[in-house]
């Protein structure tokens, strides 16, 4: 299926490693000129994210930082067309347990660091009226986490009503907002979880890997999806209804 995304303009935040890493690739192979955001360094191998992609460290709870690797881009490729939001943080303590430090740092990363490079994508693609946004909720937001703790859950859930938020009002300015929840994927993030498990309990028998949600999110950023906003798509086997 051809997806019409060949000259795009992607951005991916997360791009180290994980589904970040293997979304870029992805929309590289459909074409894409991508620009891959992390905190920390990147070697970009033309190999698997192409021969113009480039590599811009920032942090995703900075608007400053956001707002100068949104310059960049533009400086470097002239337009920006494509924001996937993958850059995330993980925790597993149970209510009573967490520190507020630790609810405001993950909230800092999961929701505010989308919220911050949603703003800063929209005030660029609506200049040409094309758009795609996908931001990456979790199957733990939907059901209040198996492994993840709570301020991983709650942050996640804030990813879906703020996708939900997005679309509203970006949808006039021709952009297109949507988010995937990942289940038990295997990157790092999920390296301490009882995978082999949790497999055994997943109509599909198997755990995601990196490249099942990278597909999905490379059709979300497509023209096939064009009449797409304010979704929510599972990738997770099974595992869990919607």
């Known amino acids: 299926m051809d997806l019409e995304i060949e000259g795009r303009v992607a951005v991916v935040t997360g791009a180290a490693s994980g589904i970040g890493r293997a979304t870029a690739g992805r929309l590289a192979r459909e074409g894409c000129r991508v620009v891959a955001v992390d905190r920390q360094p990147i070697k970009i191998d033309a190999d698997e994210l192409g021969e113009s992609a ?57 929701l505010r660091g989308a919220f911050l490079c949603a703003q800063a994508a929209v005030l660029v693609m609506s200049e040409t009226g094309w758009g795609r946004i996908v931001l990456l909720s979790s199957m733990a937001a939907q059901t209040g986490g198996m492994a993840a703790g709570s301020a991983y859950v709650a942050s996640k859930a804030g990813v879906m009503g703020l996708t939900r938020s997005l679309a509203v009002h970006a949808g006039p300015l021709g952009i297109t907002v949507n988010c995937v929840n990942p289940g038990i994927i295997e990157t790092p993030m999920t390296a301490n979880v009882e995978r082999e498990a949790l497999a055994a309990r997943t109509p599909l028998r198997r755990n995601g890997t990196p490249e099942d949600v990278a597909d999905m999110i490379a059709v979300l950023c497509s023209e096939r999806s064009s009449f797409v906003t304010g979704a929510h798509l599972s990738i997770n086997g099974g595992l869990v209804a919607d």
């Open 54 to 110: 480039i590599a811009v460290e920032a942090d995703v709870t900075d608007p400053d930082s956001v707002r100068r690797s949104v310059a960049t881009t533009v400086a470097t490729f002239g337009r920006l067309d494509i924001l996937v939001c993958s850059a995330g943080i993980y925790e597993t303590a149970a209510p009573f347990d967490l520190s507020a430090d630790e609810w405001d740092r993950v909230h800092s990363v999961n």
